[in-house]
């Protein structure tokens, strides 16, 4: 399986400021995923982040918001820009991993807890 | 567009009792199903998953899932629960399409989560 690991695990940041999130992985994975997950609510997709390419982006997330990197098969880092506290959330990121067979399975992070004042 | 719905967003059962976690899902293709559970302070770990065959599919730590095309469910079950399950778990449906070292997952569309607590 796939270790994963998430710093900062949690911040508390004034409005207006950006956090990087950063994820590590202790093997080299092709597909990296950052996911929300707002107080009591679900995880909602945020964008795709392959090697070597532009991330993609869901439906109500934008770059400028929401700048990905990914400089290699390990690492990425998810900037969240000018917050507001509707930006309160936990911040997961997720890998595919070869699994059984021939198929993949998709591994998460701790997470990071952000919280805006 | 593919979309989830757990049924019950708490569900308190004492030791030892059985429970079933509800999951009901939408979509125009051909799914892939998943249930995740979350520990309190802790990233997502998978439970089980169904890709294709049997549609009685059996997890981690005793649970299972049936998948039921006809009434597009995937309820999730344990026939005897510990005081350890105490966690949310999450309902989850994914596009599937082949890569070059075979088929990969897409995203995941999450349902909004079901808070179960096992009591003493």
């Known amino acids: 399986s796939a270790v994963i690991s998430q710093k900062p695990s949690r911040d508390i940041c004034q409005r207006g400021t950006s956090l990087t999130i950063q994820c590590q992985v202790d093997?080299?994975?092709?597909?990296m995923f950052w996911y929300r997950q707002q107080p009591g609510q679900s995880l909602t997709l945020i964008a795709t982040?392959?090697?070597?390419?532009?991330?993609?982006?869901e439906s109500g997330f934008v770059i400028d918001k929401f700048p990905i990197s990914r400089p290699n098969l390990t690492f990425s880092t998810l900037t969240v820009s000018n917050m507001s506290p509707e930006d309160s959330s936990i911040y997961l990121c997720?890998?595919?991993?070869?699994?059984?067979?021939?198929?993949?399975?998709?591994?998460f992070g701790p997470g990071t807890r952000l919280t805006v004042t | 567009a593919q979309s989830v719905t757990q049924l019950d967003s708490q569900v308190p059962v004492f030791e030892e009792a059985p429970v079933e976690l509800r999951c009901n899902y939408s979509?125009?293709?051909?799914?892939?199903l998943f249930w995740y559970v979350q520990y309190p302070n802790q990233g997502l770990q998978l439970l089980l998953k169904?890709?294709?065959?049997?549609?009685l599919v059996k997890g981690i730590n005793g649970f299972e899932a049936e998948f039921n095309k006809s009434q597009t469910s995937f309820h999730l079950r344990k026939p005897s629960v510990h005081i350890s399950d105490t966690a949310e778990y999450f309902c989850?449906?994914?596009?599937?399409?082949?890569?070059?070292?075979?088929?990969?997952?897409?995203?995941?569309?999450f349902g909004q989560g079901t808070i179960l607590t096992v009591h003493p």
């Open positions: 997720s890998v595919e991993w070869r699994g059984t067979g021939t198929s993949y399975e998709q591994y």
């Open positions: 093997s080299q994975v092709t597909m």
């Open positions: 989850a449906v994914s596009d599937m399409f082949p890569n070059a070292g075979g088929t990969s997952y897409g995203k995941l569309t």
């Open positions: 169904y890709l294709s065959g049997s549609t």
């Open positions: 979509s125009s293709v051909s799914v892939y």
């Open positions: 982040a392959n090697q070597g390419s532009e991330a993609t982006y």
